[in-house]
């Protein structure tokens, strides 16, 4: 017996048993979620219509979450507690924000071009994983520094 998503694995006429009907209904619908048709950007098959469909739900869940992060934990958190002035920590998180478009701006089409040229992006998404871990813990040392050094001002050493 072949599998569902093989190609050429047709499975026949169902005899009209509900059974029957629904495996070759699946099976069906299986061969269409993993179908590729047409060509990508570089030339190549273009993803399957089930790797279109999941990277589609990923955006989906994963824009509002960075939204509401940005908007309702991280700024108000930067603008109070970071810089302590809330005139200036507004104005400092819309340069950030200024800045951080043109990077992205200026880098993207290259780096796009260079993860789209190698074929492989796991290595590249390793690598940037690892690059926001450092920064974190970076970020997290000074944090600390900072705070050992307000308690010791507090005690006066």
């Known amino acids: 017996m072949k599998s569902s998503t093989e190609p050429g694995a047709a499975l026949g006429q169902p005899d009209g048993d509900p059974t029957e009907t629904a495996v070759a209904d699946a099976a069906g619908f299986s061969q269409w979620l993993n179908a590729r048709d047409g060509a990508s950007a570089t030339g190549e098959l273009s993803a399957s219509r089930l790797g279109q469909v999941s990277w589609a739900m990923f955006e989906w869940a994963r824009n509002p979450y960075i939204l509401v992060v940005w908007i309702f934990l991280f700024s108000p958190y930067f603008v109070n507690s970071v810089v302590a002035d809330p005139v200036r920590g507004q104005g400092l998180a819309g340069l950030i924000q200024a800045y951080s478009g043109i990077v992205i701006a200026i880098l993207a ?41 307000d308690r010791g001002r507090q005690r006066g050493l």
Not at 112 to 124: H, L, T, Y
Not at 126 to 142: L, M
Request: no cysteine.
């Open 109 to 149: 089409p290259f780096l796009g071009a260079i993860a789209d040229r190698g074929g492989r992006r796991k290595p590249w998404i390793a690598f940037y994983v690892a690059d926001v871990v450092r920064h974190a813990a970076f970020e997290r040392a000074g944090h600390l520094r900072r705070r050992r050094a």
